[in-house]
């Protein structure tokens, strides 16, 4: 007798996938309204744009729009570096109440538009490839919490030679006190490779 098929109760990811012109810093060499087409077929992408700029507040606006009409989960921005406007579409996941941590970015301008600069239809399928990529990281994601943890007032001093090792450090154990020989000169025949001041 077969097993039965196992039947996948999970319900479908809502990804919005979202396609910056950059003005012409990517639409120039990249076919964006082609990569949001390709992205449009990709499986548990609901809804997949190209915006003039996505980073400025109407583009923002659009996207927001789209969370609440379309209960999207997940925002895949295909744009710029990570670098320069992560925290820009962070910060507008937990306006619109997701957490920031389900958004994923793929870099379309460095990565793709200014290398690829007189190859406009190989930097198109690069930009295909890469937004592939982050739908696929962007099933993956799990919400994430920032945490604030308390401050230890003391500090790890390391030092270390490479003149020549030797075994003192293993008797030099962390202390709640500064070490007294600190201030004592090494015998020249001795090298201290490493040791550690706990304050």
């Known amino acids: 007798m077969e097993p039965a098929p196992s039947i996948n109760t999970k319900p479908q990811m809502r990804i919005g996938v979202y396609v910056c012109h950059c003005g012409s810093n990517i639409a120039q060499t990249v076919n964006c309204s082609k990569v ?49 406007h992560e925290p820009t579409f962070r910060q507008m996941m937990k306006s619109a109440g997701l957490n920031p941590y389900l958004l994923e970015m793929a870099n379309l301008r460095e990565q793709c538009s200014w290398v690829h600069l007189n190859e406009p239809d190989a930097a198109t399928q690069k930009a295909e490839d890469l937004v592939k990529m982050a739908v696929s990281r962007a099933r993956l994601l799990q919400p994430l919490e920032q945490e604030k943890l308390p401050l230890t007032k003391r500090s790890l001093w390391i030092l270390q030679t490479t003149v020549m090792r030797s075994c003192w450090w293993k008797k030099m154990l962390p202390s709640a006190e500064p070490w007294p020989s600190l201030t004592k000169p090494f015998p020249p025949w001795t090298v201290l490779s490493e040791f550690w001041v706990l304050r």
Do not use: F
């Not at 390709?38 to 659009?62: F, H, M, N, W």
């Open 36 to 84: 949001s087409d390709t992205a449009s077929r990709l499986k548990d992408v609901v809804i997949s744009k190209d915006i003039a700029y996505a980073c400025s507040e109407p583009g923002q606006q659009e996207i927001l729009q789209d969370i609440e009409e379309h209960d999207l989960e997940r925002i895949v921005v295909a744009s710029c570096s990570p670098r320069l």
